[in-house]
């Protein structure tokens, strides 16, 4: 099985580097702010694109990865609402388990279904402890989901949550907020958390600032995720990537 973009994120994180993922909702793009978005991402040396949404209503995944991968070399990672997200065109696949909900279909029951399609793809695959956080206001992703996001005060339950997830071999936790959470994380949740486990740990849903980004970075995040904001003023994009990277040897 392919491995590559999972040996890029564990090699950043063994030499303490910090990433940056700019995420790109279908929904939300057309092709000239996808252009702009690329050339400013190539600029501000951003480490990954993340492509998807927990409701994507047009059927344009498939261009948009292409168009990517047609104007730069940035490794493309889906971050699929939902099994039929899947376009063999990106480098890999976040496969989502989400393990702060406890509803069936989202832990094991899609993946049951989709098994076949998803192995088919040929896509690499990175297994993923996915982790609602509540962000202040339902989100998107807590509707769809139908499931409770963990309360942002409770470090114990999202600590064990992500342990559990790690021990039963997921290769990655993805904290989220929600995208356009009222609220991003708190820091103090993401430094337990990420004292806890070794695997590399994402963090995203509400981060609007480059000094959240950096925040979150020194509490112990690998990677930031950052879409809303960016879809509202792209420009933000080199200075959130700069924060980042200041860290970065
Ligand atoms: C959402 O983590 C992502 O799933 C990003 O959230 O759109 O709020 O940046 P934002």
């Known amino acids: 099985m392919k491995q590559e973009t999972y ?4 090699k950043n994180k063994a030499q303490s580097n910090k990433a940056f993922a700019v995420l790109i909702d279908p929904d939300k793009i057309n092709d000239a702010l996808l252009l702009k978005t690329i050339a400013i991402a190539l600029e501000a040396k951003v480490d990954f694109f993340f492509v998807g949404g927990s409701l994507v209503v047009t059927n344009t995944l498939d261009h948009i990865v292409a ?13 699929p609402g939902s099994p039929d997200q899947i376009t063999p065109k990106a480098d890999a696949l976040l496969y ?11 832990l094991i029951g899609q993946h049951v279904i989709s098994a076949p399609f998803v192995k088919q793809s040929g896509l690499e695959i990175i297994p993923v402890g996915y982790m609602l956080i509540n962000g202040g206001t ?14 942002a ?7 064990c949550t992500a342990m559990a997830g790690e ?12 995208s356009g959470a009222q609220h991003a994380i708190p820091t103090e949740m993401i430094q337990q958390v990420a004292k806890n486990i070794q695997i590399p740990l994402v963090v995203g849903g509400g ?9 979150n970075c020194v509490a112990g995040a690998d990677i930031i995720v950052v879409g809303n904001a960016i879809e509202k003023d792209p420009s933000l994009i080199k200075a959130i990537a700069n924060a980042i990277h200041s860290l970065n040897k």
């Open 67 to 79: 168009i990517i991968k047609q104007h730069c070399a940035i490794p493309v990672i889906l971050f």
């Open 96 to 106: 989502l388990s989400l393990i702060s909900g406890r509803n069936p279909e989202l």
């Open 167 to 178: 021990m039963l071999g997921l290769k990655l936790i993805y904290m989220d907020a929600g």
């Open 207 to 215: 981060i609007t600032t480059p000094e959240k980004a950096l925040a």
């Open 138 to 151: 339902p989100t998107t992703v807590s509707y769809i989901s139908n499931t409770n996001p963990i309360p």
């Open 7 to 10: 040996d890029k994120i564990v």
């Open 153 to 159: 005060n409770k470090n114990d339950i999202a600590t």
